[in-house]
């Protein structure tokens, strides 16, 4: 429902070095003095990372621990019914952790020896160009925060939960990694924002909300359908489009909402072939054909 490296509250640095995250009146933590504290500390240790150093440690409560729990054991329970294989498999493949939030560090630590791949904190907002162009060095930026405790289903942006329960086990494909990389590739080598534009929505209406035909059956392997309690549920009864590169780099999509246009890939195969290749080869030019193509 939100806007990968986009929807993020904003952070601001002050003078004296203190950091305050902006929540939205609307947000389910505007209120609580104690969460709004917390995420002003969580943000200032990804503020004050520096890159190469460890991931910084953040201290999470016992009831903070018992949101992933909770959001973890019913995910895996839909993810049982709901993903596809390759995310199963690398899903058991990375054993996240079920009873605590796993730090960072941990994750990439888990990770890397799969493929290659480690996680670095974000505060806050992350240029486009910076989020998706680091992924071709096998590098994920990520939040450090989790949810509001009083809505531990709901999100209005990018948490924990979300970018490791549904990127990480993601990440821990060989198959997925690459195309996270080629992802990246095709991020730093194009040169316009609309290039850019257009691989960004690439990438949304497939690693972030992709769906994929497997045995007869339509399963999801996009990171925010796998990560969201209520949208797993929903996404069979979306309008499911044939996977094509020009529909996906230019429909328009609200980022509020369950997303009600998906593209349905018909196996593995088809995803790397027709987006994986995209990714690995476009530049500016090529995508200006594609959008150039009646």
Sequence with gaps: MFEEAQYFAPVAKREDGSVTVELASSHPGFADAVYRERRNAIAALALNYQPGDPVPHAEYTEEEHQVWALVSRELAAKHQRYAIKEFLDATERLGLPKDHIPQLQEVSDRLYPLTGFRYIPAAGLVPLREFYGVL???????????????????????????????????????????????????????????????????????????????????????????????????????????????????????????????????????????????????????????????
């Design 136 to 294: 071709a060095d096998g590098y994920f930026h990520s939040t450090q925060y989790i949810r509001h405790h009083s809505v531990p289903f709901y999100t209005p942006e990018p948490d924990i939960i979300h970018e490791v329960i549904g990127h990480a086990n993601t990440l821990a494909s060989d198959r997925f990694a690459e195309l996270y990389r080629v992802a990246g590739g095709a991020a730093r080598r194009v040169e316009s924002e609309d290039a850019l534009q257009f691989v960004s929505k690439v990438f949304w209406f497939t690693l972030e909300f992709g769906v994929m035909r497997e045995a007869s059956e339509l399963k999801a392997y996009g990171a925010g359908i796998l990560s969201s309690y209520g949208e797993i549920e929903e996404f069979r009864g979306m309008d499911i489009r044939p996977l094509d590169l020009k529909a996906m780099g230019t429909t328009e999509y609200d980022i509020t909402k369950y997303q009600d246009v998906l593209f349905e890939a018909m196996s593995f195969d088809q995803l790397e072939d027709v987006v994986g290749s995209f990714w690995a080869t476009c530049d500016d030019d090529s995508i200006a054909r594609l959008l150039a193509d009646g």
